[in-house]
């Protein structure tokens, strides 16, 4: 029974586990099982239970998605982070560099202004400050000090030496923009550098930029300017020489006498016609690689050998890149000259107290506006192609025509113009050659450089800046008279007078090829005042006058009126005296001239003050019946319309009226005419006459009447003159007027008192 059990229990047991047909089938056991509720869930308790089961699933993935992308963004975020760190300590020390190179500038300066107002030697502190602080700096901070540098002429060339104060040689200015290296005036004015005359000799300039900039007279010698831009601009009188000029950009530069001597240009773009125009190119390295052959500057220099110091013809040529003398223009008996007939030397003896630093041609004409101006341009030019080289001017003639510019031509030059008196022949070719200089003001400039006397040096640069009307450049004053030309000047601060005569010495003008024909009387004692910006201006009193003037009327003369003029023959058959001359302490003068024109004789003389000037004659006598009359002024007026055009007239009954323009005979008897003011210049007529003219109308003239050229001329006339009378004198007459000029029409009649009393 227990066994049997036993079996049962076990085969019960074991078809539990086992499928069915794994059990003895031989024996029935009815088993019944208790059933599980699980059987019996429906559907919608399944998916509750599944619901159950899928929240927290759900949590977990949501969790573990939020875990992984916080981590994410916790990396991402820490990126940043250090990404901003980096940022802010390179930001702190960029701040941080940028005021340490602000500091060293400004330290820099400050110490630069100390030593510059301070007594010790400047040039090797100077020079030692600046390389220390221009390696230390930036490119911007490097054009700054630049900048400075330049604005406080520390790095100009020095007028004397060529030397700057500070030499920049051996410094690295690479990569700097140049373009914007001007002053705020300039920079207001124009679009370029007006004077440069920087010195960077010896400069690395790689990768610089000069583009559409315009630089004069700078020495950029043995400079690297490799890949450097000068694009569209203009290079005059540029030294070069020996410069490495690789692969750099000129096109579209302008060159006008650069120094290109030894110069590397090879991998440029320059071109044959910009070389044309350079001094010289001599041994310089082609952008093509061959070496420009070394010739001397001075073509068929034969023209000179012999006699090194001749410096003759008035055409120097440049062809290929040398300076080309025209033979045909040669004469070997002069040491220096004009078209071979020049007496240069004997008017620029400095042995000799008589020098007057005037040009003579011949010693007979006084034509300093005519050849003169061109043979001084042609000397300037000759100087600047031959500085260094075997045919450059002796140190000696270098300082002698130093003072012959600015003791001669600067004493004749009314603002930017000439005095008129002394144009010669091209007097009938208008404003077009008469107006300007033909020399430059920077070949002023670059003669200062080389001549030692520091006075002549500071004189030249005066008067290159009057020429360029700078009005903050010191007026020239004084009064000079030259001896052997015949002319005296008269200067102060706002006006010039030029007298011109001539005698035994001096031949009055020339009228030479059919030009200047009704020049006659412009030696005959030619006062030529110039009040309106006498010392910067442009000559606006004669500006293209001289086909309206009545030739036998122009400023000062005494003539007979109604005596054709005299036909020119190359020059006018004139009478000349011997007692013609002047006196003058350098600041105030006196000349005097025996006159004898046709049948008239007359002793004048003329008086210059600070404020005034006296002109008086006597023994004014002719013996035939011509009209005698004394030219007082003509010159042009501005438009009536003006304050400075009105021509006011007052008699002594003290009547005071503003005259219109016409035609005005005023006789000697009470009321008489005291005076007259016009352009605030008045003149006082104080001896007896015939009659006192006034002409002030619009004129217009064709300048055929004066030579072969033909344009006409149109402007405001003024015209006064004393009428002394008609010949045969039977006793001498005499005159005796005032100019004052610059004065206001109220001042007059105190000025008037004071004259007379």
Sequence with gaps: MSTRRSSASQTTGISFLLPRDFVDNSTTIKLTLPKSSFWFMSLKDILKVIGVLLVPLMLGVVTLTLTIQNTKDAKENRAKDLDIAQRQREQTAYLAEEERQNKRLAEYLNAISSLMFSNQTLDPLLRAKTLSV??????????????????????????????????????????????????????????????????????????????????????????????????????????????????????????????????????????????ATALTYQGAILPNGTIAKNKNLLINDDCISGHSKNLSGTHWMIINGSQQADSRFCDGNSKMCINGICSFDDELDTTNEKSTYSVDIEVLFLLTAAYGDAWATNILHFHLATRGTQYALSKDRIEIFGRFLTRGDAWFTMGSVWTWGILGRVIDRGVHVWYTHLFSPDRLRALAMDVTNTSTAIALRDYADRLEHRHETPPLVGNRHFYTSDFQVHRRANWTIALKMHSVRTIATECLNGENLKGEHIGDGVLNLYTRDAQYGNGEEYENIFALLDWQAINGITVEADIPLLPCHSQFSMRKTTFVGGVSDGNYGAAMMDTATHNLTAKRTWHFYDDFIVALADDIQDNTSALLQTAVVSRLLPPASTAAGQLIVQWSNGTKMVLADGVYSFPPSEPRLLWFHADNTAWMVLDDYAALTIDCRNKSGNVNQLGPWNFEMQGRLLTATIVHGRGPTTEPLSYKYTIMPNVTVDAVPALWNRRTS
Excluded at 152 to 178: E, H, V, W, Y
Excluded at 234 to 246: G, N, Q, T
Aim: hydrophobic share 35%; charged share 25%; aromatic share 10%.
């Design 134 to 275: 221009l390696r230390q700096l930036d490119v911007q901070r490097k054009r700054e000090v630049i900048l400075f540098l330049y604005e406080a002429k520390l790095i100009r060339t020095d007028m004397n030496s060529g030397i700057p104060i500070i030499s920049l040689q051996d410094i690295n200015l690479d990569n700097i923009d140049f373009n914007d290296l001007r002053s705020p005036y300039t920079q207001l004015t124009s679009n370029f550098y007006y004077h440069t005359h920087m010195s960077l000799r010896g400069v690395s300039l790689r990768n610089a930029s000069f583009q559409r900039r315009t630089i004069y007279g700078s020495d950029l010698a043995q400079t690297d300017c490799t890949h450097a831009d000068f694009s569209s601009a203009d290079l005059f009188e540029i030294d070069f020489s020996y410069a490495k000029l690789i692969e750099c950009n000129f096109e579209n530069a302008r060159f006008d006498s650069a120094n290109l001597q030894n110069a590397n240009l090879s991998q440029s773009n320059i071109t044959d016609e910009q070389l």
